[in-house]
């Protein structure tokens, strides 16, 4: 009675737990529910959101850089007086130029700077255009992600469900098994020890559905916790996730990922920005040609004050012919960085298919695992009614009633297992192509 009543009071527990979402979700809803609230989602959003800032920063630097600025000043410095005197329109050959009192200017300046030619400026758009770019391919590959992450919740949850049915019918069936050993022992061609033998099975199985129980609640959880919904929240599912037939054969899809898969997208943009990298260091070599303008006021009492005013036109051309080996130490580090890039991205091609091959190899496998484990249920549960019937009339033993109850119990519970690895092993299939999303989720 006791056990009964702690599985009631997961039941209820869990149950309350779950009441974020009473309606259940259906598979296509969990997905586009992540997709909006995952929070790893949402990082690699505000990422790519910091990209593509970076893009338009590097733009601004085609256009005019414009500065006001206003300075107020004292001194009684000799060359500083004469110039601020000067500045303001009121020099005069009156007074001690070596010792002049102590002299105010307020001056107010605008002034413009124009890149005319920059070669830094170029290299340095490309280079976060290709971040852009990067972070925009991070960016869907996390999608894919989590779509499969929410696809595997999904179907965990589908598999402890199935798990507490399993159990259930375990249950009934060791009921059914006490029953007729209480019937022989009253008519007195069976063993107390039979009934009794046969209640500690009862205690274990009800001890596997309480366990049962709470995993179907813990993955609940989880499946709240990978959409991104609030703390605590235990959606139910309603859909019944079932693998289908890939529409791809092996060679295809090994060349769809190779082609198509986000993360070497991203790596590969990740190496055309080390290449930008590369010429921006080389660029740095080159020199660089600014326009110049300055409008200024000054003014002895007043700030923005106009006593005197004055402008100036002009260009500048710099070009640093000798910095230590300074610039010839960055382009040496930027290639490295490049090689390093390619290296890897060399190495994550082969991974890439390495890991479609191997989910082709683990599906075939889950398949042959499925149909065995078909065969075994059928197998356990004629072999559970011939001994049954043994049994009945007192052709078999409580030993050999127990052990094929078991048997079938295991055959179930191997079935489940099978069932929702076949239906992972399919997705994996599309997921290390890149294609999940378009081939599982449609």
Known sequence: MIRFLAAGALVLLFGG????????????????????????????????SAAESGVAISHSRYLPKI??????SVTNSPTKAFMMKLDEGRFSLAGDLNHPPTTGDFQTSLSLEQPLFDVGIVREKTVAEQEYVSRSHAFEQRRQEVAFQVYGAYLAVQRARAYVSVVEKAVADAREHQRLAAVRNAAGVGLKFDELRIGTFLAEIEQ???????????????????IGLPAGTAPDITDTVTAQELSLGGRELVETALSGRRDLQELEAQLA?????????RGSYWPTVYAEASYQMNDRD???????????????????????????NEVSRAQAGRNAVGAYLAERRR???????EAMLRREEAVKRLEVAQRAEKDAEEMVRLVNK???NALATTVETLDAQTALNRARAQLVDNEAGYALANARVYHSAGLFLKEVVR
Not at 352 to 357: R, S
Request: aromatic share 6%; glycine share 8%.
């Open 273 to 281: 920005k080390s290449e930008a990298g590369v010429s921006l260091a």
């Open 208 to 226: 596997q559905k309480i366990t049962a129980v709470n995993d179907l609640a813990l993955a609940r959880l989880r499946l709240g916790q990978v």
């Open 351 to 357: 991974d890439v298919a390495l890991q479609v091959n």
């Open 390 to 392: 043994r049994y009945e």
């Open 17 to 48: 737990a779950a009441s974020g979402d009473d309606e259940g979700l259906g598979l296509r809803q969990a997905i586009t529910l992540a997709l909006e609230k995952n929070s790893l989602l949402q990082a690699a959003h505000y990422e790519q």
């Open 302 to 328: 007043v700030p923005l004050g106009r006593d005197n005013d004055s402008w100036v036109l002009g260009a500048n051309l710099r070009w640093e012919l000798f910095d230590g080996l300074r610039r010839n």
């Open 67 to 72: 500065t006001f600025e206003e300075r107020a």
